[in-house]
């Protein structure tokens, strides 16, 4: 008989095989479909559905897909999301269309082209002492209702269903990332290298922003929900932002602190997005209490070697994603996709263990037939036991 999305995700998660290989789309920023794609996807399964935005936030350009292109898509989990206030939200939809959209931190996106955001809004970057931090005047409010005012009834309807896993989404930018966006990149990790207790200093203070919002958030969702997903992104192509050194001494204790604070408010699993070659860290993650680690961006260095990251780690986290964004969705026809997606799931699928998604995002280069090769092939050749 088989089993419901949220029963084959929850056994995935204990590491044990379910009917077939659980999968992970539509749910968040870090899992979603860009736009154009959701677009394309509706217009092939015959959907008639508004091109609503995740989070309410159309600069992101994430869609927030309708129920029954999730279905089509076969995504075993539901999300609960959190929004910026309203009066942020409001200030947003009546500024000029292409002028700076800024959120409740002061950081924002600037439009490079027509439709086309890029995060260029930093609006510390010359700040490099705790005094410049206590002088800031734009740090969030969390405490505003409507960041959260939907949450309970969401989570109580999609646990009386019973029929997906939820998958608790705030859109906060973790410590790391969200650092980036108040001071810029490049003068931030300049920060944490000659300055680094400044640097200290603003990844604690920006983690107790995120915990107030992490705490009111957890006290909504109660006990209706599966997977909290949190992640700072900190993986390039070939290796790390900063090194394994730095992110032991510096922002290591951030991350567990924070993922202590989540695990002693709930049973829910912890959901870690990095992208890039993170392979040196897994280890790390491990220890602060990670059970879940996506994108595994198999373009990136060693996390390429799935079957060295089944072999040393597969008992001890759960591998989420894996179907390469950069290069086979985009650019891959329909087979070269279902291929990738049997070798992937063979690879990292026996035992449990493995959630199948693409690498971050669908994004708008990606073909609508791409996104529904993929999905089709998990149930295709995602059935245990695998062929």
């Known amino acids: 008989m088989p089993m419901t999305s949220r029963e084959r995700v929850l056994t995935t998660l204990h590491h044990e095989q379910p009917d077939r290989v659980p999968l992970v789309i539509g749910v968040s920023n870090a899992t979603g479909i860009k736009m154009q794609p959701y677009r394309g996807i509706k217009d092939i399964i015959g959907v008639q559905a508004p091109d609503n935005y995740l989070y309410d936030w159309p600069e992101l350009g994430t869609a927030e897909i309708d129920e029954a ?3 089509r898509l076969r995504s ?3 999300g609960v999301l959190d929004l910026e206030p309203e009066q942020v939200r409001k200030r947003n939809r009546e500024r000029d269309p292409h002028s700076d959209c800024i959120d409740s931190w002061g950081s924002g996106q600037s439009e490079v082209k027509p439709g086309h955001w890029y995060p260029g809004v930093h609006p510390m970057p010359e700040a490099r002492t ?5 002088a800031y005047q734009g740090w969030p409010d969390m405490s505003d209702p409507s960041r ?7 989570a109580r309807r999609l646990a009386d269903e019973n029929e997906f896993a939820i998958m608790a989404t705030p859109w906060l930018l973790f410590p790391f990332e969200r650092a980036h966006a ?3 990149l490049e003068k931030f990790l300049l920060n944490m290298a000659i300055e680094p207790d400044f640097a200290r ?10 915990k107030d919002l992490m705490g009111r958030f957890l006290a909504e969702l109660g006990d209706n929900v599966d997977i909290i997903k949190i992640g700072d992104d900190l993986g390039t192509e070939k290796s790390l932002l900063i090194s394994p050194r730095m992110y032991r001494d510096i922002l290591k204790p951030i991350h567990a602190d924070f ?3 989540i695990k002693a408010r709930t049973k829910a699993k912890v959901f870690f997005h990095s992208d890039g070659d993170v392979a040196p860290l897994i280890e790390d993650f491990i220890e602060i209490g990670v059970d879940i680690l996506n994108p595994i961006q198999t373009s990136a260095g060693s996390m390429a070697d799935l079957a060295a990251l089944k072999k040393r780690f597969g008992s001890n986290i759960v591998f989420c994603g894996g179907i390469d964004s950069q290069n086979i969705l985009p650019r891959g026809s329909t ?3 279902r291929r990738e997606v049997r070798r992937v799931m063979q690879i990292l699928g026996p035992g449990g263990g493995c959630m199948i998604g693409a690498v971050h995002t669908v994004m708008n280069d990606v073909p609508p037939e791409n996104v529904l090769a993929m999905v089709d092939a998990v149930e295709e050749f995602g059935h245990y036991p695998l062929r």
Request: net charge negative.
């Open 259 to 261: 993922i202590d604070f």
């Open 76 to 78: 075993d989990v539901r």
């Open 182 to 184: 108040m001071q810029g």
């Open 69 to 71: 292109t999730m279905r």
């Open 148 to 154: 959260i005012a939907h949450v309970r009834e969401t």
């Open 335 to 337: 087979e070269d996709v």
């Open 130 to 134: 705790i005094e410049e931090l206590d």
């Open 201 to 210: 200093a603003m990844l604690e203070r920006i983690s107790a922003y995120c």
